[in-house]
């Protein structure tokens, strides 16, 4: 006679369930795929989609970065309006700081096919860290929560333009503030990238540029407009950010006048080897243009 | 010539396990004249000198290939047949009670000598990095048991060399690496899944072209040389605040525990490294209290190196460079702060110098402060091409 069978010891579905929750579970690189692939913001034109191997990526955080005039608030509008034909499918929430929110530039960029494609827009204004900090707690709301408007796409588009204005005030140059200034930076970057991950968003913040006067200090360097610039916001701020594209301008010949070759950069990407490609902003978007031939 | 024959007997029920005696093999030596205690100081002589030996072995290391973790090169043939057994002689000897000269009868302390932690270290592989160069300068790669922190601006390198890390330690046995698994925790979301999947296959074309009679079999015996094998085989965390890298630190072990082969023999599936991209993200948000921070910071360094010794894993931890501010001018500096600098065992600094990258190591328990050039590829972290220059020691 065979002894009573040990007893089987609890089915383990019901407790995986409450340990997935307080343990940390690790995740599998190989079903992550796919959706690293799919989940990518195209651009609207496919030379500069093939510079960034098919998009923007979601759950990560992209910087573009260049000065005034090189097209970042462009490609931000544009953005905004392609994410919610694209196969993401989403709204995007337009966070400026930057008076005034662009909105003819938006207006005019919406396609005339399609006059609800505003309504995917949100938009909302800070002017300090403190306020993006809270509108970013907001915002953990409202994408947690997309039941609340279901006419609405969901939200995997998060804009910010642009993240130097909100510190050009209230901080000095002493170590103090500026240690305080990059606890910030990676306050509001910690929660972007939570964001970004928890909801699949794709992040983009746009930055500005300070012309470089001594030894690089190990950030990047571009030439724009004749002037050695960098990103703003120093080496804290580069470390914050996972893609860093930059924009340059180039004036052609004696300048006055005469057209301005632009050029997008791959300066960092975790994903991307470093190349360029140069663009042209006409009336109706941002476009990529093939190099001449030789 | 005296030659020294490394083998166990069981001791019996005594308690302590296996001895492990060195012999010198007369020709012909009767059983009952097994020596229980090791014979003179004489043959301390015989040893090759510890210093000596790793010096040849780190240049042959620097003069080999880059595909495979190249630290196993051939010892000297006495050596060879001190570590009979290969790599597994490392594995055993950490598994067994060690009785040798200067350690008492019983051991109490379980201690180990240092000689014994040589024979150990040398018969380690090191996980390659993919760069001749840079494996040059660290003494053949990336050295299991050890904590390394690599530090460096945005865009230099450091999440492909960790990436690249997670995919060499996967290198199978039969191909000269590790064959173990990866852990990478991820505070920054830089790990990107389409570039893993591109390393991964770099890894494996360099694989098949080091090793070309491999091609005929690949269709069959290979199943494991595939990228999506390489992928399913890193645990991959994702973390989102410093409590969440605390917690999933302190779950490691148990992590560990839990995916530890019940046969110790079979150390292909095990966990050889423990990447942290990076360990400083998190830490630099809101810290005000600079004293806690630096506490809790050492008691996760000393944990990882726990972990690092009792599962014979390599621990790499990637570091922010931040600006410090020293006589008046800023100065760049890895993050975290003095002492923790303290808390790691290797260090090694990536930057630029004009376009081209370099590692510096920049504090080692054991081998010379140096540099070397290296290139991140489509493939991966590469050595730079066409690059014949000497490693330039400082």
Known sequence: ?294 | MVVMVLFAISAGPTGSSDLIFLLRTAPALPPRLLIRRPVSRRSSADRPRPASHRSSSAGSARSSGSCCSSSSAPPPPRRRRFLAGGSDAGRAVATRRVLDMGAGENNPLGAQNAWDMLSEEQSQKHITTGSGDLNGILGGGIHCKEVTEIGGVPGVGKTQLGIQLAINVQIPVEYGGLGGKAVYIDTEGSFMVERVYQIAEGCISDILEHFPHSHEKSSSGNKQLQPEHFLADIYYFRICSYAEQIAAINYLEKFLGEHKDVELCIYTSQVRIVIIDSVTFHFRQDFDDLALRTRVLSELSLKLMKIAKAYNLAVVLLNQVTTKFTEGSFQLTLALGDSWSHSCTNRVILYWNGTERYAYLDKSPSLPVASAPYAVTGKGVRDVSSNHKRVRVT
Not at chain 1, 9 to 25: K, N, V
Not at chain 1, 51 to 61: C, E, F, N, R
Not at chain 1, 90 to 108: I, V, Y
Not at chain 1, 237 to 257: I, K, M, P, S, Y
């Open chain 1, 1 to 294: 006679m065979r002894p009573p069978a040990p007893k089987p010891p609890p089915p383990p579905a019901s407790s995986s369930s409450s340990y997935s929750r307080r343990e940390p579970r690790p995740e599998n690189p190989l079903l992550l795929l796919p959706s690293c692939r799919a989940a990518k913001l195209s651009l609207g034109c496919p030379l500069l989609d093939r510079l960034l191997s098919g998009g923007l990526p979601a759950a990560s955080v992209t910087e573009i970065a260049g000065e005034s005039a090189t097209g970042k608030t462009q490609l931000c509008l544009q953005l905004a309006l392609l994410a919610p034909q694209s196969p993401l499918s989403a709204s995007s929430l337009f966070l400026h700081s930057d008076l005034p929110f662009p909105l003819h530039r938006l207006r005019r960029l919406a396609p005339k096919s399609c006059p609800n494609i505003l309504d995917h827009v949100l938009v909302a204004a800070a002017h300090s860290p403190a306020e993006l900090l809270s509108l970013l707690a907001r915002a953990q709301r409202l994408l947690s929560d997309p039941g609340r408007s279901p006419h609405r796409l969901p939200i995997r588009l998060i804009l910010l333009d642009s993240i130097a204005s909100l510190f050009r005030a209230d901080f000095d140059a002493s170590p103090a503030d500026l240690r305080r200034r990059s606890a910030l930076f990676f306050k509001i970057s910690a929660k972007l990238k939570e964001l970004a991950y928890r909801h699949q968003c794709v992040v983009v913040v746009t930055n500005q540029v300070v012309d470089v006067v001594e030894r690089d200090a190990g950030n990047t360097v571009a030439w724009s407009s004749g002037r050695r610039v960098s990103p703003a916001l120093g080496i804290a701020w580069a470390n914050c950010v996972n893609t860093r594209l930059f924009l340059t301008r180039e004036l052609d010949g004696d300048g006055a006048g005469g057209s301005a070759r632009r050029r997008m950069r791959v300066a960092f990407a975790p994903h991307l080897p470093e190349q360029s490609c140069e663009f042209v902003i006409r009336r109706d978007g941002v476009f990529g243009i093939e190099p001449p031939q030789r």
